[in-house]
């Protein structure tokens, strides 16, 4: 079964079960410039599981585009990937335990036809937080699965949260077993040998880990699932890794057809990041030296030198793109007119990156004859990990050009600073990703009124093209970047303080209405997240001032907010500014 055949009968399965199918979300959480990238089907609908109304109900079912990087390192082995599809269904306080893992199971038995014995569940074994899941290995056994094919763990293993706070619960996870000989007697679905193949994994989200580590109940009962795409095509159609299936074979096959050089770790990177790459272009990512505009780069860059690695001149990488789309754009239409960008993006980053490598070997030869020079006949680590930070060189490039230059390099260490620095970066995306998450409370729906009266009075000072490119709330203050070509003026941004404060002043009414996208375009709703949200929108309504596709929430009057007071207005990226505010 293909991968597009899987998809479609997910969503048809859970349709014919009462789920909306809703569109997948850009990779790009689009109203939240802290997050990096969307990292699971449930990320687009935080506000939902935390009690906001959906406009399409309350199951929803959809695929995905997910990106997770913290592994990047890893991808070039036989499984990992940066980019994922996730395919969801989600109950928000409709079904819980009992149908979910019903659903499940029928769709895994009869939908996909996977023999029942194949199937290794696992469930939350209980600590003072929450009970042990008793309840969803009673519904494993009524359903087929026998006792010693249900195992228990704890939260390690059976709990799910995004970062460290938020919305969460215990779940339960779906192994398939590969028919692997157990690699001892030990060996169960938590082992990581390559027997089990975690397949599925349904969260019961009832609970909110709190800042202080405490939990709280959700004011309702929700599930959320996250089902491989890649990973189950790879299993029923038999494949030892997902580089087999018919999204990554063609590009395998014609990196194997160009290489001079064997080596199936670069092939697999550079398939997987060149894929990764034309995702993120495709919504809207650009390469930059920060946040996800680095990783971009980076992606770019290390499927660069794979591709020096295995020999292959670096003019087929137009080539590899139209291979690469070609492959994939069943499942994503959209890349199809987009494929001039995307190629003219990662052609133009691959350039620049040549030309930084040569940079990278001049300050390498500068490095070598300052050591000559002082009769050191050893580089020390500190050269080698600087040209990987700064240049991308990695440890065997620069082992490689010593080697030319007939000179020793230390690199004992390297592996240290590596993890460090991995570890700091890894710290830094789960920061950000909490932030991305941030709680809704009063403070926060205050924000969010006072950002669509900010919104509005920017349009009156500025102009229309001042539309939202990025919003961010905490309790503290609210973020937000609008297209603009120069620096607000002390004058002009005095303006829109006052405007907003006049409409705060006036106690003007907030409600909320649902219609259909063409009926709010048609309204004058400011209309930012096309699609995003489906056919049926929410639109909030300001008084007279302004209108706005928003999922909320928001206070029921201006009169709520107090005093609006800019702090800071700079540069975002180019063509983009930011504004912090905050309400005293
Ligand atoms: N949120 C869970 C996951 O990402 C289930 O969708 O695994």
Not at 304 to 328: A, F, M, Q, V, Y
Not at 409 to 414: L, S, Y
Request: glycine share 8%.
């Amino acid at each position: 079964m293909k991968a597009i055949e899987i998809r479609n009968k997910y969503l048809n399965f859970f349709e014919r079960h009462g789920h909306k199918i809703i569109p997948s979300a850009s990779l790009i959480p689009e109203n939240d410039p802290s997050v990096l990238f969307t990292t699971a089907g449930m990320h687009p609908l935080v506000p939902y599981l935390l009690g906001e109304k959906h406009p399409e109900g309350t199951r929803l079912t959809d695929y995905q585009k997910c990106v997770r990087t913290v592994d990047i390192d890893e991808v070039g082995d036989n499984r990992h990937l940066t980019f994922f599809e996730m395919l969801g269904n989600w109950s928000l306080g409709d079904y819980f335990k009992e149908e979910s893992i019903k659903m499940s199971y029928e769709f895994l038995t009869k939908e996909l036809e996977i023999p029942s014995e194949k199937l290794s569940v696992t469930c939350f074994k209980g600590d003072n937080d929450a009970p042990r899941d008793e309840v969803s290995a009673n519904v494993w056994k009524e359903a087929g699965i026998p006792e010693e094919r249900i195992y228990f763990f704890g939260k390690d293993d059976n709990w799910w949260i995004a970062g460290e706070e938020g919305p969460c619960g215990p779940d339960t996870e779906i192994f398939y077993d590969t028919g692997k000989e157990k690699c001892s007697d030990k060996c169960d679905p938590s082992c990581g040998c390559g027997k089990y193949v975690e397949i599925w994994n349904n969260v019961f989200m009832e609970y909110f880990k709190n800042h202080d580590g405490t939990y709280s109940k959700l004011k309702q009962r929700n599930v959320d699932t996250g089902l491989g795409l890649e990973r189950m095509t790879m299993l029923l159609q038999g494949k030892k890794t997902p580089f087999e299936i018919e999204l990554f074979a063609p590009v395998m096959e014609k990196l194997e057809e160009l290489q001079k050089v064997d080596n199936i770790s670069s092939r697999r990177i550079v398939a997987e990041h060149l894929r990764t790459s034309i995702m993120i272009i495709s919504d809207g990512g650009r390469p930059s030296n920060v946040d996800r505009g680095y990783i971009l780069r980076r992606l770019i860059r290390r499927m660069t030198r794979h591709l020096n690695k295995l020999g292959i001149d670096l003019n087929e990488l137009s080539n590899l793109i139209d291979i690469s789309i070609d492959s994939i754009k069943e499942m994503y239409p959209e890349l199809l007119d987009k494929k001039e960008t995307i190629k003219n993006v990662i052609v133009e980053e691959k350039d620049k990156f040549v030309r930084t490598l040569q940079k990278g070997e001049k300050e390498f030869e500068k490095e070598v004859n300052n050591a000559r020079s002082k009769g050191i006949t050893t580089l020390p680590v500190e050269v080698v990990f600087n040209l990987y930070e700064t240049y991308g060189f990695p440890q065997e490039m620069t082992e490689e050009l010593a080697k030319e230059y007939n000179i020793e390099v230390d690199t004992k260490d390297f592996d240290k600073l590596f993890k460090e620095h991995q570890e700091k970066s890894r710290m830094g995306s789960e920061h950000k990703f909490k932030g991305g998450l941030a709680e809704q409370n009063e403070m926060t729906t205050k924000y969010h009124t006072a950002t669509h009266l900010l919104h509005k009075a920017l349009q009156i000072v500025l102009g229309e093209h001042a539309t939202q490119k990025g919003s961010n709330i905490t309790s503290e203050r609210l973020r937000f970047d609008f297209a603009h070509p120069q620096k607000v003026t002390p004058e002009e941004l005095q303006k829109v303080e006052d405007i907003v404060n006049e409409q705060i002043k006036r106690g003007l009414d907030v409600t909320c209405e649902k219609m259909t996208v063409e009926e709010a375009k048609k309204s004058g709703a400011m209309g930012l997240f096309e699609n995003k949200y489906g056919d049926l929108v929410k639109v909030y309504t300001i008084g007279d001032f302004s209108k706005e596709i928003c999922g909320g929430p928001h206070v029921k009057n201006t009169s709520e907010l107090g005093t609006f007071k800019i702090k800071k207005e700079e540069s975002s990226s180019a063509g983009v500014r930011r504004i912090k505010a905050v309400l005293i």
